[in-house]
């Protein structure tokens, strides 16, 4: 056997352990109790059970796993793990092996004219992408644009993809240093060659300063917006409203230059309390909204009052959060600093963070919770690269280098990519990535 | 009468003899004043060399009173023992009664009085002959001291304490014993003694047939007598209390209350005298000179013999490896092999080695030159912990890249947003503060020496300085109505000459710049620097060659420019609007001259002290000013309190290129060109009474010299504890807490 020829060329301690997963049938191992060289790593543990799979099926492709013990990855040799976490060696230990979340496609970059300042894959459709040159892009796949969203007059910061049930065709929102968020409609299924160019179908105007996040909430009735200008503001999506069309007319006489389908929309209302800009917002549920800022707060709003309901104080100018993870209640923010702090709004009287990783070294750009997955969150920094976290271990699952200057943007798409666009004008897709 | 008396005095005297021993010397002073007065023929006897004793010469006094001639030693031995007592009792009856027998009781006395002198003598002398000295000698010692044979005198053996406290107890007669320390014996106080001791406690006399009432013998005969040896009368000073002494007894007083007089002073334990202790402290100790010891030279080893084995002596590879060892290195003896004494020669270096020692010694320091021994760490000011005055600027995180030659200037917007930067590649450009971009650039035929944003939110425009002229451009940043009114500030239809002023070469003429979309205004000489004022109206431009014009204010919206109605003197280097108060400052290379502008004149006068001023930043407080300087000092000046600086920070090696506070943190920075940038905590605080706390936090590096160059400007963040610096590099970096 193999792991006797292990056993005999590593002279050193052995470890009792069985090996347990709650992966399907063919990647299962007979749960039975084997003796293994305490000096293992993780690379060892994974040929180690690779070779148990090819015994009971012969087919069976070699493919990494990972492991846990009582929760935690390991990322070291066995025996320095089980001293660094002090698990006695003396019992059986009983290792859960998971497929190792690691891209493992890297496809084709999407060229865009300018810096890709935000990227959007909720939809697992297609990727809308915000660009300095003030186009927003839909792309069906990587390399495959179809839809060019222009009308802004300055660069676009964020975009935002908004889920509206019952009604046909895709809704994006789009936030730009020119002041405005614009709302675009466009359906997926014509698939022409040449992007199709689309102008959008309302307006939103209220901000005094640039715009510098949208978020849409899960209804899709309404979005979000965090401003230089230090307010939250928050629009009525739908495109029928009698009042919004009456202002849109009044608008395009004065200014004739906008065509017909063009609407006009107001706040609806407006958060005021952050002191300095609003760098990323979040609408994860029906009625709260999360925001963070420069004045290094992250802030939790009722979106039906307006009240701001929590603070958690960081020390850094935050520049980007995600809400997500257990019960989709963390908060993961980065900022003006390389650490990504987690933070658990549940747990009362502190506002330490619970999780901090600090494997960047510049600032971070971008966080986004996986929306499936407990633990995998991906973030993005200026030093150009691309991390792939769990929180069951400090330091990357992954890191992704393709990009060759900062990264500004990341998501996950279709639950298995992760997307990213940087100051290289590239927008990244890493595939592959079995979260789940 | 007088017999009588005498005999009285003797026996006292006698009765004091054998009953005390203390007593002896006031009897023996009294015996001899006795015999004295009895007998001042008998001299020869007092200068007897043997004459120690009172009592031989007590005997020897007798034969004069007629009857002796038995020896002494058969008086002794016949009645010794029962003296002390009957001497008491022979007094008490004698008192006159029996007048016949007065020789012989006498002479009885005189006995007994021998015998008991004797006795007493045997008692006391026999033991310890340690004389007077301090028993704790003995402390540790087995014996106690010695004897007249000069053996040892052994100690008893200590009983410990439950057992003498036993033995006190079941002794009755415990009350009466005293440990005589100096014989280390217990000593029974007889009752006599004891008697004694109670009238000692009661005051009387000690003895008891001492009469302090006694009548008054006078001796005088005042017969004779014809005068009064004094009749004075009694001076007034002997009914009065002293006042000298009262005034003495104030001053102890004084002195004990005030703690001078310490009574009851611990006892010095006796200390050890340090035999092998490093003399050292002991001559400083002493007052004369100091001894310097001589240094000790290493004693001479075998390889210094005139014959040592083989193995001292170097081969000659050795020796010629010595004449390429440096001259100190070399050593400075070689062995070398005599077959005899004689055969060595005279030694070398002896007139040198003289002369050096001559030298040595002429130069010698006879001081020893004392060192204060001073903990370094000590001399350092108590500061804060640099982590407990976070945050502050630590890390480069953005890098602003584009300009292709030195950044000279920066300049942030009031909000934090956007970045504008002038470059000697004669370009201006607008940066986007989060993501590094560059928005916008401008290009100009010379290089740029300055930029400034005005410091409104609502209107975001750029002075800048290019050569002669400035130029105020629209950065198009704002929303639609402020970008109109931006344009209605920045346009006017006839160019302004400033006619109102009366000179014939104008200082400053307004143009309307198409090129740039914005305004151009011409100076007559170079412009170094341009200020905004607060209230974004008002700015200030700085020409170094302008000499009496060398700075004005520009009024944008009225686009009128006027001169400063004070002279200046010296060249000037920039000018700066107080942040709240309507004070302009001006300095120029030595000076930094405060001026009222409302009512015109000057307020105060700051001397640096500093060869050329480089620049210069205002507290957003307003009452401390910071000024780098060309020799890499930086002079921190509390206004409130003086006009020198308050405090001089000489941190950088090369020219200070220029120094900035924060608007809301209280920090402070300086750069300079040796491509470092210093970040300081500067806490001023409200309370007048406490002096700004300075702190060096961080020195930032990164950028790298160009051209002799190194960081050519610094600017904070106006909200966020960031530090923006320029470099000759072209770079411009951004560092974050």
Redesign the interface.
């Known amino acids: 056997m193999d792991i006797d020829g292990v056993n005999e060329e590593e002279n050193s301690r052995r470890v009792q352990v069985r090996f347990v997963t709650k992966l399907k049938p063919p990647m299962t191992v007979p749960p039975l109790p084997i003796a293994i060289p305490s000096n293992l790593t993780r690379l060892g543990l994974s040929t180690l059970v690779n070779n148990l799979i090819q015994n009971g099926n012969p087919d069976w492709n070699t493919q990494p796993f990972d492991f846990l013990i009582d929760g935690e990855l390991v990322r070291m040799s066995l025996d320095k793990f089980l001293l660094a976490k002090s698990i006695s060696a003396e019992k059986i230990l009983e290792i859960e092996y998971i497929k190792a979340v690691a891209p493992r496609k890297e496809e084709e970059p999407s060229l865009h004219d300018d810096w890709v300042s935000s990227v959007d894959g909720s939809d697992p459709r297609f990727i809308v992408t915000g660009c300095y040159d003030s186009l927003a892009r839909v792309w069906k796949a990587a390399g495959e644009c179809t839809h060019i969203l222009e009308g802004h007059s300055d660069v676009i910061a964020s975009v935002g993809v908004i889920n509206r049930k019952g009604v046909e065709g895709i809704t994006v929102a789009t936030a730009s240093k020119d002041r405005t968020l614009r709302l675009w409609k466009f359906d997926t299924e014509d698939s022409i060659n040449n992007p199709i160019r689309i102008r959008a179908f309302k307006i939103l105007r209220g901000h005094t300063k640039s715009v510098q996040c949208v978020a849409a909430q899960n209804t899709g009735d309404m979005v979000c917006s965090g401003s230089w200008d230090n307010t939250i503001k928050l629009w009525q999506t739908n495109d029928s409203q009698s009042d919004g069309d009456l202002v849109s007319i009044k608008k395009r006489k004065g200014n004739d230059q906008a065509d017909e389908s063009q609407l006009e929309g107001e706040a609806v209302s407006t958060l005021v309390g952050h002191t300095q800009c609003v760098s990323s917002v979040v609408w994860p549920q029906q009625e709260t909204i999360y925001s963070a800022s420069w004045d290094h707060s992250v802030r939790l709003w009722d979106a039906e009052t307006g009240k701001n309901s929590l603070d958690i104080f960081c020390t850094k100018v935050l520049n980007c959060l995600d809400v997500g993870g257990e019960s989709s209640a963390l908060i993961a923010a980065g900022g003006s600093d390389p650490i990504l702090r987690i933070w658990d709004p549940r747990k009362p009287g502190t506002s330490a963070p619970v999780f901090q990783f600090s494997s960047h070294t510049s600032w971070i750009s971008a966080c986004k919770w996986h929306d499936k997955s407990w633990f995998h969150l991906v973030s993005s920094s200026y030093d150009g690269k691309v991390m792939l976290w769990d929180l069951r271990t400090a330091w990357p699952l992954a890191v992704i280098e393709s990009h060759k200057d900062k990264v500004l943007c990341a998501d996950w798409w279709k639950g298995d990519s992760i997307i990213s666009g940087g100051a290289d004008s590239k927008l990244c897709v890493s595939s592959g990535i079995s979260v789940l | 009468m007088k017999i009588k008396g005498e005999k009285k005095k003797r026996q006292s005297v006698r009765n004091s003899k054998s009953e005390e021993v203390e007593e002896e010397q006031p009897s023996i002073t009294e015996q001899n004043k006795l015999k004295q007065k009895q007998l001042p023929s008998h001299s020869d006897s007092d200068s007897d060399p043997d004459y120690g004793s009172p009592y031989v010469s007590d005997s020897e006094d007798f034969p004069e009173d007629g009857d002796f001639d038995g020896s002494l030693s058969d008086s002794e031995a016949g009645e010794s023992g029962s003296s002390g007592d009957e001497g008491v009792v022979n007094s008490d009856v004698d008192d006159g009664l029996h007048n016949d027998q007065e020789n012989q009781s006498n002479s009885s006395e005189s006995h007994q009085g021998v015998e008991e002198s004797d006795s007493s003598e045997d008692e006391v002398a026999p033991r310890n002959t340690v004389g007077d000295v301090p028993l704790v000698w003995y402390k540790d010692e087995e014996h106690i001291g010695y004897d007249l044979n000069g053996k040892k005198i052994k100690k008893r053996t200590r009983k410990d304490k439950v057992e003498s406290f036993l033995e006190s107890a079941d002794d009755a007669k415990n009350w009466l014993k005293v440990y005589d320390e100096y014989n280390d014996e217990e000593v029974e106080v007889t009752k006599k003694e004891l008697k004694l001791i109670n009238r000692l406690l009661k005051g009387k006399a000690p003895h008891s047939d001492f009469d302090p009432y006694a009548p008054y013998v006078d001796w005088f005969k005042w017969d004779d007598a014809k005068h009064p040896l004094s009749n004075a009368p009694e001076p007034k000073r002997r009914f009065i209390p002293s006042k000298w002494e009262s005034k003495k007894v104030v001053k102890l007083v004084r002195a004990i209350r005030m703690g001078l007089i310490k009574r009851d002073k611990p006892k010095e334990e006796q200390q050890f005298y340090h035999l092998w202790g490093d003399d050292s402290s002991s001559t400083e100790k002493a007052n004369h000179l100091s001894f310097i010891p001589a240094p000790k030279s290493k004693l001479p080893g075998h390889e210094e013999s005139y014959n040592p084995s083989l193995e001292y002596i170097p081969t000659q590879e050795e020796i010629n490896s010595y004449q390429l060892m440096f001259e100190e290195d070399r050593p400075k003896f070689i062995p070398r092999r005599y077959t005899s004494l004689r055969s060595i020669p005279a030694y070398d270096n002896a007139v040198k080695d003289v002369f050096e020692r001559c030298l040595d010694l002429y130069l010698c320091p006879r001081v020893r030159k004392k060192r204060i021994n001073i903990d370094p760490e000590s001399l350092k000011p108590k500061l804060p912990s640099r982590r407990d005055l ?2 502050y600027p630590v890390t480069c ?2 890098e602003y890249k584009g300009h292709t030659d030195a950044v000279v200037s920066i300049s942030i917007e009031a ?3 956007w970045l504008a930067s002038g470059s000697l590649d004669g370009t201006v450009r607008i940066w986007e503060v ?4 560059c928005l916008r650039v401008w290009e100009f035929e010379e290089a740029v020496k300055f930029v400034a944003w005005n410091p409104l939110r609502e209107i975001p425009i750029v002075a800048v300085s290019v050569g002669q002229e400035v130029f105020i451009l629209n950065t198009g940043l704002g ?1 639609e109505e402020e970008q109109k009114n931006i344009k209605e500030l920045l346009h006017f239809e006839t160019p302004v000459a400033p006619d109102d002023s009366g000179d014939k070469v104008s200082v400053a003429s307004w143009h309307q710049d198409d090129k740039h979309e914005g305004i151009r205004l011409r100076h007559f000489k170079t412009v170094s620097s341009v200020e905004w004022h607060r209230k974004g109206d008002y700015f200030s431009t700085v020409m170094p060659a302008g000499e009496s014009r060398a700075v004005l204010i520009h009024q944008l919206s009225k686009k009128h420019t006027q001169r400063i109605p004070f002279k200046l003197r010296g060249l000037p280097v920039s000018s700066v609007f107080h942040p709240t108060k309507k004070i302009f400052f001006i300095s120029t290379k030595k000076n930094i001259r405060a001026y009222d502008l409302q009512k015109q004149k000057l307020i105060k006068k700051l001397e640096t002290g500093l060869r050329e001023v480089s620049s210069i930043s205002v507290h957003p407080g307003g009452d401390n000013i910071i000024v780098g300087s060309r020799e890499g000092k930086l002079c921190w000046f509390d206004m409130d309190l003086s006009s020198k600086p308050y405090r001089i920070l000489k941190c950088h090696p090369k020219d200070i290129t220029n120094v900035a506070f924060h608007r809301s943190y209280p920090l402070f920075a300086s750069c300079s060109d040796d491509c470092t940038a210093y970040v300081f905590h500067g806490m001023v605080y409200s309370d007048l009474n406490q002096n700004p706390l300075i702190v060096p936090l961080e020195i930032l590096r990164g950028h790298t010299s160009s051209n002799g160059r190194g960081v050519m400007d610094c600017k904070f963040h106006p ?2 504890p ?1 530090l923006f610096t320029a470099g000759a590099d072209s770079v411009i970096k951004l560092y ?2």
């Open positions: 976070k945050p995180y953005l909000s934090g947003q989060e993501t590094g971009r929303d909200r966020q960031w974050c807490h």
